[in-house]
């Protein structure tokens, strides 16, 4: 069975029904199982799931850094599926931002100069405006000629999301972005995501397996075996943790159930 | 623990092919050059046993001047016809022959061009039949006075001589015979030549009056054992008939005639091996430079596998054996390839050798000295290379290690001070070599280059960051262009090494450069200021001194209208006072004095009898001779002459030594001028008298009339020759270099996959990534092009500044060439960037930026 999760707002990334093999025979393993999802503008979507239930492959093969085996991604009105590496470049560099876990900013370069870089890279300037808002927001003027290894974990990752931010988006992917946070500093960035989007109307779509990351979310998607089983709207962390109990019982309840068969 | 260290090594193979091939390279030029002076020692071996083949024993004339290392080759002295009915009459002699032979008969080819050889001699000698080793193959022996053979080698180098032709040759008497070429010979085993000598055989009559300048004389006299005695026997008996030492006569058997031969041949064929050495020595020098880094590198990423180990209780002694084990490895693995490659280019060598000169190719060996040299090379090179980023790993917390924090940047004020004393020491060294005399001279040399250039290489990472930011502000007009310039500063010591690698090449050939191109600068102000000949006649040379022409030219040249002055120069090898030097004689010594704007000190400068001599004060004063002494010199022919000074001059920068009056050349070896000066009258056309004299010297083809640009114009032309030779040598070194920049970057862009795979995954094209790679290796050799230019022209000017009282009194500096080279070095960058660019732009984003 195929959950479509659907709403009725403007679409800013979509899956169709989206499979994703890796390897063949004895060694196949099936990560995405037909997965259709549709991600509303201007809205904060966290995806969940255990270990294995493909959500990080999903958010990957949304963002166009990995090919799909079946199916379409679109972001925007933009087919992704079969595009040449030129014009996924091209794609990456106007429509979509990233956020990591381990932050990945260029050592060589001031925090300024890693804000501006995809700008720069592009060949773009920066709306003088937007900058100033963005520096604001995430509260690093004065950190602004700074190298990463002189900045904490959490101002390298406000750093990342400055970056991602900047040339404004249709979408931003963040992958496990408080992963190597401390809580405090977990929270500063989540409250500065839920931000963007509440005023800035930017939409971001979140992997994580913290549920209290999740709260954050205004929509909660749920993974398991690569495929889409549940979601939940405007969530708190105690019931994202309840669903996830849930759906840890039920895999461990197939699991159990394949063994016996 | 050995296991692991090998797996490890097994799983980065292109690691190991990029720090071995380095090591490959420098044994292949060390045991190439062995095989290749082996293989041609032993192809003259086989050479000579046979060129005195049927010659039991031998007697020559002691040379009355060289047959010693200070002076070229010896003219046999001439021995008079009726020696050869004394050693007739030694008992237990089968056979004499008489042997009138010399080098310098030269053929004019087809092309009315003399027919020139890369090293065998042209003789000149008598026919006296054919024998066991001695064929013909067409045509007759030479019967009349006007009649020739040549050997087959000859016929051939001069454009398809056929029997009937007419030949002109030119030998030690002047002017241009012409004879009927009736016979062309070879050598058994069908045999082409002896060595690639040219070979011209006249009646006996004919080659003494124009080999040896005398009639019935001979310069040899092979002689034949009866049965039953032995060659040593009958060399003793014939000594002893013709007076022994005393007598004047060198007696030898063929077996030392070979052996002598043999020898000499040798220890030419050492110098060479030496030179080939010697570069295959920078090579190596600059390959150590590559595997230093690649080590460093290599450690540097092993570093958490290095603390894995200490952590589960290996020692540091292991930590250090299991680096030394990899770089033993690689060594063994190196040195056995570069062997291998040694051994084909040694081969192809000879080959291209053996075709050019004619030289039949003995088997091909590889020597015990090949081997041994290129194990002790390469495994000493690599192992050394290795103990020092060895050192480093084995002293890393193994706990600092494993949690991957970052080494920080150690500074460099321990680099710096020990690169500033080692650079200090070389320079003294080289400055005591330049200054100093005597046997340890080029040893302080090359070894102060040597140090200086470690000394420099010490120095680079401090220089590396302000230079290369400012190098790179070039390129920061892009991003790409800027991110790679700041990956170039990232790791000073990595681009330092990388840089000095190709610092050294460089610094050497602009060295060179600095030092030719003063040569060439010194040398056309010397013509314009210090000489006033407008036309110089000369000619290439070969072993027995420069091109010669008929005095006759000089004499018409002079009576032009429009000559207002000529002067003939005269050159021979001869013992002045027991010592064998060069000697230069003028039969006008007041022309020739005012050509070279020589004045008088002491006494005159010109001739008022024979046997007269002038002398530069310098040169007198440390020979102890004064106006009015005597030298005692003996030329090539005739008994010595008592030369006494008339007249002492001050040495110019072209001209220095002792001048003899003109009666002396008769017993030169050939009475022939080598140079000819001609001073134009006001108002007359140089290039009109240049052509008439053109005219003049059409029978004289080794010989040709240049104004003094043009002459200055050929003399600069041999520099450039060397410089030529001495890049393609060198080309080595630089190659090895670029394979550090391949090696630095494909490792940094190993390293840096996950920021790659950011770039990538922001928006950057592959195009773009190549771009920044491609920089960041511009950079890198540009920085290696401009210490190698700054240094090489510092050493090029201590040179200079050293040779200033050798004629070096202009310091010049070949800035065009040094221009090409950085632009050559720029392009070596982009070359060198190629693949790792390529590697960097295919990094999988999706592995890169998950990967931990």
Known sequence: MTTTVTTGQAVAARAVDVWKVYGSGEAQVIALHGVSVELERGQFTAIMGPSGSGKSTLMHTLAGLDSVTRGEIFIGDTRLTGMSDGDLTNLRRTKVGFIFQQFNLLPTLTAEENILLPLSIAGRKADPKWYETVIDTVGLRDRLKHRPSQLSGGQQQRVACARALVSRPEVIFADEPTGNLDSRSGAEVLSFLRNSVREYGQTIVMVTHDPNAASYADRVIFLADGQVVDELLAPSADAVLDKLKGLDAKVESAADASQAG | MLRATLKSLLSRKLRLVLSGLAVVLGVMFVSGA??????????????????????????????????????????????????????????????????ATADGARVIGKNGKVVTTFGPPRLGGNWVGTSDLLQLREGRAPAADNEIVVNVTTAKSAGGLKVGDDVGVLTLQPGKKVFKLVGIFGYSGDRDSLGGSLEVLFTTPVAQELMLGEKDVYSGINVTAAAGVTNEKLRDDVAAALGGEAGGFQVKTGKQLTDETTKSFREGLAFFNNVLIGFAGVALFVGTFLILNTFSIIVAQRTRELALMRALGGSRGQTLGSVIIEAVAIGLIASVLGLAAGVGVGVLLAWVFGNVSGVALASVGVPAAAVISAFVVGLLVTVVAAVLPALRASRIPPIAALQEVATPDRPLTKLTVSGALIGAAGGTMLGLGLAGQGDNTLWLILGGVLVSFIGVALLTPLLARPVVSLLGRLFSWSVPGKLGRLNSG???????????????????????????????????????????????????????????????????????????????????????????????????????????????????????????????????????????STMTMQFTRGEPHQVKIVGLYQRSDVMGGTIVSGDVVKDYRSAQPSWGYLRVSDGASVDAIQKQVDQLLVDNPEVSVANRAEYVDAQSAQFDQLLVMIQVLLALAILIAVLGIVNTLALSVLERTRELGLLRAIGMRRAQTMRMVTVEAVVISTFGALLGLAVGTGLGAAVVRALKDDGFTKLAFPWSQMATYLLLAALVGVIAAVLPSIRASRVNVLQAISHD
């Open chain 2, 490 to 628: 990232r790791n000073p010591r990595r681009t330092a090494i990388t840089a000095a690698a190709l610092m050294v090449g460089l610094a050497l050939i602009t060295g060179v450069n600095v030092i030719l191109a003063s040569a060439k600068q010194s040398l056309s102000s010397q013509a314009s200021t210090q000489v006033t000949v407008d036309l110089i006649i000369s000619g290439d040379g070969d072993d027995n001194g420069p091109a010669k022409f008929d005095p006759a030219v000089m004499d018409a040249a002079a009576k032009l209208p429009g000559v207002s002055s000529a002067a003939s120069e005269y050159w021979d090898f001869a013992q002045v006072d027991g010592n064998g030097t060069g000697i230069s004689a003028t039969p006008d010594m007041a022309a020739y004095a005012s050509m070279f704007k020589l004045t008088a000190t002491e006494g005159t400068l010109q001739w008022t009898g024979p046997d007269q001599a002038v002398i530069d004060t310098e040169n007198a004063k440390k020979r102890n001779l004064t106006l009015g």
């Open chain 2, 34 to 99: 062995f095989v290749l002076t082996d293989t041609m020692g032993r192809s003259f071996d086989s050479l000579f046993s046979s060129v005195y083949q049927g010659i039991d024993v031998n007697v020559t004339q002691k040379p009355k001047v060289g047959g010693d290392q200070d002076v070229g080759p010896s003219q046999q002295g001439n021995i008079p016809a009726a020696t050869l009915d004394k050693v007739r009459a030694v008992p237990g002699v089968a056979s004499v022959t008489g042997d």
